[in-house]
């Protein structure tokens, strides 16, 4: 059995939708795919803030093999 490696990312949290925030890779604007939207209350326990202040934070993830980000952490 071959041993899984995760890929650690930077992202941005853009902004709050209801109980979602959009995220994108913090790259140039110009080269940001379109937002994936995760779970705020996730994240934000993930990282010791409340979810408002989500908004406008970098933050990095690990890629699953599901190609979903996980593991949150102030970046």
């Known amino acids: 059995m071959e ?3 995760s890929e650690r990312m930077q992202v941005r949290v853009l ?3 209801g ?3 959009e995220i994108v890779a913090d790259v140039p604007e110009e ?4 937002p994936e939207r995760y779970s705020a209350a ?3 326990e993930a990282v010791g803030l409340e979810p408002r202040q989500l908004p406008g934070k970098v933050l990095t993830a690990e890629l699953d093999a599901r ?3 996980t593991g949150w952490q102030l970046a």
């Open 3 to 5: 041993a899984m490696t």
């Open 15 to 17: 902004l709050l939708l």
């Open 19 to 21: 109980e979602q925030a």
């Open 31 to 34: 080269e940001q795919a379109e």
């Open 42 to 44: 996730e994240i934000a």
């Open 67 to 69: 190609d979903r980000l």
